[in-house]
């Protein structure tokens, strides 16, 4: 499913592949004259580069004209192009096949990259060199894996030493899909890692062809259709040495491999090739590339976790800017991780509403509700659409009211795709009701339920949220008020209206949302009250002389925010769920509403005209730092005629 722009990209690059191996495949297997196991290698490393293997193809090895093909090959670095080709061939198959094992089998990323390298390291070797090859080169199997070992060990080093950090910075990079074989960026990740390995392989690649350790390209023909070319003058030893194979009706005709005069060999000896390469060469280059391996095993590690696996990620995709180190945990990653939208169940319609009240059904006296938690695509604004976690398909999640004394019976099913629990916010109830995962009750599994059941013995504004990773849940909507009257009508303080100030944050980037928190990267760009944002609040119409009670909650996660009311102050009678006694209420025309704190004020409206209701935080009245119709965020009207 396409979730971040690079998904496009992806979905481009590889039509474009597909069609690059179509086109390799039908030219070499219908045209160009070589042995079977480098059209092979050229067909699979098209498929893994693209359009990139298709250009090598091209210039290095497609025949220009018929009876062309031996002296197009023969520049030392087409030469090294086609010994590349045969590594990259073998090695990144047996790697991109080990890669999908070890994910499905949720090794750690070190782990797996060890895996990868002994895989390739294998395939190349015992089925890409040594058997593939054999024919061509003549001797035992055995004989054969002896032979190609050493030049093998080195492309192989070199190779790894380019795929291991691509794979490794991507994968535990900000989209963590790339760790999922089941995810297009996977194979995306797979591709420039084996670009990236076959630009560090090449160098050494050329070397050992030019040293006569490793085959380079060659030309196969039927001998009873086409003229052997004449031999390759001596000057052009240096790149390449020409040799006749007879075998039947064929003709191999190869470059840098077999001794230094030319001349034909028979079937026995095959292409046995003289390496002209001394011992501490040898040993330097080993030396190099197995350095140049360590670091591209190890250098990741210092900024990237390589414990972690794809099942510990689970596929998260990071917030832009998000510190993450080498220690970051898994668990981290997936709370502060976008909502992937494959998981929306529930699309609400652009005009929806939060708050609704939710009548509860009466049992045997008690009030019984029914909450269900689930992912829903919602809109903050007409143009902004936000995927949340929601009670009952709506942000905030339904109001819940009940008296003074109430019994309550309150069952919440979970369609989250993580576990969750609720908390009833300031009640006084049976701790086995109270809601923390882990700690008095087992958190809810996905698909699960449980039923919370308590009388209530209080009065006031409270309010009920998640407290299963509540830095991740409630950010992203799981919350909701729960109004309880007082029993004694008397108690209450009136008002001719009533209006719930639900607070929220925010984190919308590059097309996902994140759980908004007060750390780098994670900070929000929206606000809301109620699930909306100026101008799509609610305006709230009144007449000069009126009162409206304002039950302000902090339903949000991070700050503290200063709610002010234009238009004359309003006196502050309730604070987190209880009436102030008459002497301790006070006047003011601002309050600061913390997280988990309440505030009931009541404000008469003195004059006609548009009156204000806003945080004073000025930025937390805009939309992504922008005003819209002069304001945005936490921002409200009561408009007074």
């Known amino acids: 499913m396409i979730a971040q722009p690079i998904d496009y990209f992806l979905i481009v690059w590889f039509a474009l592949a597909l069609g690059s191996t179509a086109y390799v495949a039908w030219d070499q297997l219908r045209n160009n004259p070589e042995p079977v196991v480098m059209k092979w290698g050229f067909i699979l490393v098209t498929l893994y580069m693209g359009p990139i293997g298709l250009l090598l193809y091209v210039m290095a090895d497609k025949e220009p004209h018929p009876g062309g093909h031996e002296e197009f090959i023969k520049p030392l670095w087409k030469q090294g192009v086609g010994s590349t080709i045969h590594c990259v061939a073998g090695d990144a198959t047996g790697i991109i096949l080990a890669a999908v094992i070890t994910a499905t089998l949720g090794l750690p990323m070190w782990l797996d990259l060890i895996v990868e390298y002994l895989a390739g390291f294998a395939f190349?070797?015992?089925?890409?060199?040594?058997?593939?090859?054999?024919?061509m080169m003549g001797g035992t199997y055995l004989e054969n894996v002896k032979k190609s070992f050493m030049p093998e060990f080195i492309s192989m080093n070199a190779m790894m030493a380019g795929m291991a950090p691509v794979m490794s910075l991507l994968m535990m990079g900000r989209d963590m899909r790339a760790m999922d074989p089941t995810e297009l960026i996977f194979w995306g990740v797979m591709s420039l890692g084996v670009i990236a390995g076959f630009a560090i392989a090449y160098p050494v690649n050329v070397w050992m062809v030019s040293r006569k350790m490793k085959h380079g390209l060659m030309t196969q023909r039927d001998a009873g259709k086409e003229k052997e070319p004449s031999a390759p003058a001596e000057a052009g030893m240096d790149h390449g040495h020409s040799r006749s194979h007879s075998k039947g009706h064929e003709q191999i005709r190869g470059h840098s491999h077999g001794d230094t005069h030319g001349g034909t060999h028979d079937h026995a000896h095959g292409h046995a090739m003289r390496p002209d390469v001394t011992r501490p060469q040898l040993a330097a280059v080993c030396m190099s590339t197995l350095l140049m391996l360590l670091g591209g095993l190890t250098v990741p590690a210092l900024f990237v976790n390589m414990n972690l696996s794809a099942r510990d990620v689970g596929g998260a995709i990071m917030p832009p800017g998000m510190i993450m180190?080498?220690?970051?945990?898994?668990?981290?990653?997936?709370?502060?991780?976008a909502v992937h939208p494959r998981l929306v169940n529930r699309k609400a319609e652009p005009q929806a509403r939060g708050d609704i009240p939710l009548e509860?059904?009466?049992?045997?006296?008690?009030?019984?509700?029914?909450?269900?938690?689930?992912?829903?695509r919602w809109n903050i604004l007409p143009d902004v659409?936000?995927?949340?976690?929601?009670?009952?398909?709506?942000?905030?999640?339904?109001?819940?009211?009940?008296?003074?004394?109430?019994?309550?019976?309150?069952?919440?099913?979970?369609?989250?795709?993580?576990?969750?629990?609720?908390?009833?916010?300031?009640?006084?109830?049976?701790?086995?009701?109270?809601?923390?995962?882990?700690?008095?009750?087992?958190?809810?599994?996905?698909?699960?339920?449980?039923?919370y059941e308590f009388?209530?013995?209080?009065?006031?504004?409270?309010?009920?949220?998640?407290?299963?990773?509540?830095?991740?849940?409630?950010?992203?909507?799981l919350y909701g008020a729960l109004i309880i009257d007082p029993k004694d009508a008397s108690r209450e303080l009136k008002a001719d209206k009533e209006y719930v100030i639900q607070l929220q944050e925010w984190l919308k980037r590059e097309g996902l949302t994140y759980p908004a928190m007060l750390m780098e990267g994670a900070l929000p760009n929206y606000f809301t009250i109620n699930g909306k944002a100026y101008p799509e609040t609610e305006t709230i119409r009144m007449r000069v002389g009126e009162t409206i009670k304002l039950r302000f909650i902090g339903t949000n996660n991070n700050f503290v925010h200063p709610m002010h009311v234009h238009g004359g102050p309003f006196t502050v009678v309730a604070r987190d769920g209880y009436v102030l006694a008459e002497a301790a209420r006070f006047e003011a025309d601002t309050v600061n509403v913390g997280p988990g704190q309440r505030y009931d004020v009541i404000w008469k409206a003195r004059k006609p005209g548009k009156w204000l209701v806003h945080c004073h935080i000025p930025h937390h009245t805009t939309n992504n730092n922008v005003e819209h119709q002069g304001g945005g965020g936490l921002t409200m009207i009561l408009e007074v005629s």
Request: proline share 8%; hydrophobic share 35%.
């Open 360 to 376: 509860p059904k009466l049992e045997g006296g008690v009030k019984v509700f029914e909450l269900e938690t689930g992912v829903v």
């Open 385 to 451: 659409k936000v995927e949340g976690y929601a009670f009952n398909g709506q942000v905030p999640g339904p109001r819940l009211r009940v008296t003074e004394g109430d019994r309550v019976r309150i069952k919440v099913s979970n369609r989250l795709p993580e576990s969750t629990t609720v908390h009833w916010h300031g009640l006084i109830l049976p701790n086995e009701m109270d809601g923390p995962a882990k700690i008095t009750q087992p958190p809810i599994p996905p698909g699960g339920s449980y039923t």
């Open 455 to 477: 009388t209530t013995e209080q009065a006031g504004t409270f309010f009920y949220h998640t407290h299963d990773h509540a830095d991740r849940q409630q950010a992203l909507g």
């Open 325 to 337: 180190g080498w220690d970051t945990p898994g668990e981290a990653m997936r709370d502060m991780a």
């Open 124 to 135: 190349g070797l015992f089925i890409f060199q040594s058997l593939f090859m054999k024919n």
